[in-house]
């Protein structure tokens, strides 16, 4: 059944739409950037922005900071809200679970599904960006800063560009993570409805309201167990040497996330009537 | 058996679907489960197959209860539920290859043959790379019923299996439903096309606001009404000659009472009046089946009088 399931999500035309254009807005501002020179002032604007016209190598990690926000989930929400919803609406939900496919089989399946989805999406991002980075600008300056194609740290001292792969592979599995836990949310409210849309829709509506209530003091006592509050806790990992506290945190409560998520779809699934 | 429900009751909320059924199907019939829309069938048909959860009531299929033992229950039955449905962006040769892919059992290299021979079986042999989504409701249905056969299943469960179909295509529907079933496939096909059911099956089950108010062979249903109609080119004559047993006259057709065709037949013709057509009429399905239910869901009087049992014929 899994096979089965990644052979129909690699099939659907939807989800190269989203991996396409998850790595075109990168791309366009690696571009407008290479074009005008004109850079956020360091301390605003997209994370590592202001670091990419020096040296193209950083730029992966100024791509993964544009599309987390918003973008990213959003094609996360459209990809795991289909997942069960999406099966009941076209009718194909009965017929595989006549078949029979165990309706744990199908939850597993979905949601290995969906894990793949986001690490192509945040592995492609980040293939894309380098080369887009290093063709726009260059390996960055050569053998003055602590040897060939050194990468500025955010706190200061220089790494090597094999040090940044390694932080940029734990960035990327740590974001996958993240999203899983969104997708993992999305899964649930799949089982919930039979409208896919609305499925998607909840999902951006816990990303909203959680963003909402970060920022807030008065729900410090919760903040911690919010889904979006641990999203820029990767930028630690360009740091020298490497702050793991909150990386470490925001490990535990997103995988907390996919769990209590999919033990909830599962409640759910297991004893729904399939009336579709 | 190969159905046995026992008390099989489904409430929704309030209301209720599916009440008190208790069916029995034997192994290797036609069966043929009619009544009007929403009587129940579908909501009956779905728990059989363990899509929905019984209220109360005991299922067994194949001789093994369901839902608890699905997993070897669900791969020797073939289902249709609720019109058919596939991946729309995929072709129907794909759709069959991943489900058939889905599930446990069957060798992955008879894969090919096994989702050749049921597209072939259902008329869809020579059928292209289009996607489902392109295709016809007809084609569509036939792929549904290729889907329900891939397995070679003992049982198969059908819903409406003639929806979208043209008459040759019924036609051929029928002809591949009958070849299985006297290959042993046990046939169970929920309609509200009484013709189709009364060209197919050889048992009938009907079903009226959720109960099960028959289940009966075929032949036992079509018992003679006591009339006998009469055709003759000297009408007249036959009235005269019957006089008080015609209880309807039309042109050169007459409705005789009596039950015994063949010695109506021998007075007429010893009288001389000539006989072109004589057949003891017998009830059709239609008219059991409309005695026996109420109007259905789809049907909202103003004043929503309540269904009377059995019929107001």
């Known amino acids: 059944m899994i096979g089965v399931e990644l052979r129909l999500m690699l099939r659907r035309r939807r989800v190269w739409l989203c991996w396409t254009l998850l790595c075109a807005l990168p791309t366009l501002v690696a571009i407008l950037l290479a074009a005008t020179r004109l850079t956020p002032p360091p301390g605003s604007g997209g994370a590592f922005l202001s670091a990419v016209v020096t040296n193209g190598q950083i730029f992966p990690a100024a791509a993964l900071a544009l599309v987390l926000p918003v973008f990213l989930p959003i094609t996360v929400a459209i990809v795991s809200g289909e997942a069960i919803a999406g099966e009941a609406t076209a009718g194909t939900l009965r017929y595989l679970l006549v078949r029979p496919v165990g309706r744990l089989r199908l939850l597993v399946a979905k949601l290995i599904s969906v894990a793949v989805y986001v690490l192509l999406a945040v592995l492609l991002v980040t293939v894309v960006s380098y080369v887009v980075g290093v063709l726009a600008f260059g390996f960055g300056p050569a053998a003055s800063l602590g040897g060939a194609g050194g990468i500025p740290s955010l706190s200061g001292a220089t790494l090597t560009p094999a040090d940044v792969a390694l932080r940029t592979a734990v960035t990327v599995g740590y974001l996958a993570l993240c999203m899983l836990a969104l997708g993992a949310i999305g899964l649930f409210f799949s089982t919930l409805t039979d409208a896919p849309l609305a499925a998607a829709l909840g999902v951006l509506a816990v990303v909203v309201a959680s963003a909402a209530l970060t920022p807030l003091d008065a729900a410090s006592a919760i903040r911690d167990y919010l889904p979006t509050t641990h999203w820029l806790a990767w930028i630690d990992l360009y740091r020298d040497p490497i702050l793991w506290t909150s990386v470490r945190q925001g490990f535990a409560v997103e995988a907390g996330f996919v769990v209590v998520a999919f033990g909830a779809a599962w409640a759910n699934f297991a004893t729904k009537d399939i009336a579709s | ?313």
């Open chain 2, 1 to 313: 058996m190969i159905i046995r429900t026992s008390g099989l009751t489904k409430r929704f909320g309030r209301v209720t679907a599916v009440d008190d059924v208790s069916l029995h199907v034997p192994e290797g019939v036609r069966f043929g489960l009619l009544g009007p829309n929403g009587s129940g069938k579908t909501t009956t048909v779905r728990m059989l197959l363990g899509l929905v959860h019984a209220t109360a009531g005991e299922i067994e299929v194949l001789g093994e209860p369901m839902p608890r033992r699905a997993a070897s229950v669900l791969p020797q039955v073939g289902a249709l539920v609720e019109g058919p449905a596939a991946w729309g962006h995929l072709s129907g040769r794909a759709n069959l290859r991943l489900l058939d892919a889905a599930g446990r059992g069957g060798r992955r290299r008879d894969r090919r043959r096994r989702v050749e021979d049921a597209l072939e079986r259902v008329g869809l042999g020579g059928v292209d790379r289009r996607p489902v989504r392109a295709y016809s409701l007809g084609m569509r249905q036939r792929l549904g019923i290729a889907a329900a056969l891939l397995r070679g299943p003992r049982l198969l469960l059908l819903d409406e299996p003639t929806n979208g179909l043209d008459p040759r295509g019924i036609q051929e529907m029928r002809a591949l439903l009958t070849e299985l079933n006297l290959g042993g496939t046990t046939v169970v096909l929920s309609s509200h096309l009484l013709s189709e059911v009364e060209a197919l099956c050889t048992q009938v089950g009907v079903m009226d606001s959720g109960r099960l108010v028959l289940d009966s062979p075929m032949d036992a249903l079509r018992t003679p009404t006591g009339r006998i109609l009469l055709t003759t080119p000297d009408p007249a004559a036959a009235v005269g000659l019957l006089d008080g047993r015609v209880l309807a006259r039309a042109g050169d057709r007459l409705v005789v009472r009596g039950e015994d065709a063949a010695s109506l037949n021998a007075r007429l013709v010893a009288a001389g009046v000539r006989v072109s057509g004589l057949t003891a009429e017998r009830r059709t399905l239609e008219q059991v089946v409309l005695e026996l239910t109420g109007t259905g869901s789809d049907r909202v009087d103003p004043h929503t009088p309540v269904p009377v049992p059995g019929g107001t014929r």
